[in-house]
């Protein structure tokens, strides 16, 4: 951590409003939330040499193998942040930020958990205040169910959904992958993808409060197993 604590972000919101301007060599602005152990990140940082890529990533081992990742392969655009998504209105200014990615996320499988899902509309609404009309949210999952509930939640919410499919890979490798991508990709798992963008219709957090979730258990309610949907997060 302390080889690459110059890759760490200790005090964000310091920067907020002001992200371009700190790292001016940067044109625009992209947040990957659960980084995991940075694969997607690194190649993605690569690919996009004109991106600012900040990565947040709450589990400290992970993290440390992600910043590993971009410090051996030399890369200046990424900067990571140790903080709950929850607080993104803290670290990012309205319509600051152009897209977001949300990369095999924990299902949070039971109703009760079901607002702590990063598709459920708290978060959507965070993520709408951060981007500007046309900003867009790439969501990958391997969980079929949560991929379903996500879309009727974006719908619901006043996004449009584009490039929306259930077998990301059904024609061979497609853009950047995750590490739990690559594998679930080699043994046959199929990956669904979709691009939500912001729209002028599209909720924010001054549209009142999030509608009460019911009925939201994906284990129960869709008949997936537990044991399958809640991967550890580290792994990702």
Not at 70 to 89: H, S, T
Not at 130 to 158: M, R, Y
Not at 210 to 230: C, F, I, K, N, Q
Request: charged share 25%; with cysteine.
């Amino acid at each position: 951590m302390e080889r690459c604590a110059d890759l760490l972000i200790e005090q964000p919101a310091a920067l907020r409003g002001q992200w371009l301007r700190a790292f001016p060599d940067r044109e625009v602005l992209y947040v990957e939330l659960g980084c995991g152990k940075g694969r997607f990140t690194a190649d993605m940082a690569e690919a996009l040499p004109r991106t600012l890529l900040v990565a947040v990533e709450r589990v400290p081992d992970a993290m440390i193998l992600a910043m590993e990742r971009v410090r051996e392969r030399g890369l200046g655009n990424v900067r990571f942040l140790d903080i709950d998504a929850q607080k993104l209105p803290e670290l990012f200014a309205p319509g600051e930020v152009s897209r977001i990615y949300i990369n095999f996320c924990d299902p949070w499988p039971k109703s009760r958990d079901a607002k702590l899902r990063l598709t459920a509309p708290g978060f959507l609404r965070l993520y709408a205040d951060a981007l500007p009309v046309g900003g867009q949210i790439h969501f990958k999952t391997d969980n079929v169910p949560l991929f379903d509930w996500s879309v009727g939640q974006l719908e619901a919410e006043g996004w449009s959904l584009s490039e929306l499919t259930h077998d990301l890979h059904a024609n061979g490798p497609v853009g950047v992958m995750t590490d739990y991508e690559a594998k679930f990709t080699a043994s046959g798992m199929k990956i669904n993808r979709l691009v939500a963008t912001r729209t002028a219709a599209t909720l924010g957090t001054a549209a009142g409060p999030v509608p009460r979730l019911r009925g939201a258990s994906l284990v129960d309610a869709r008949g997936y197993a537990e044991s399958m949907a809640h991967q550890p997060k580290e792994d990702a």
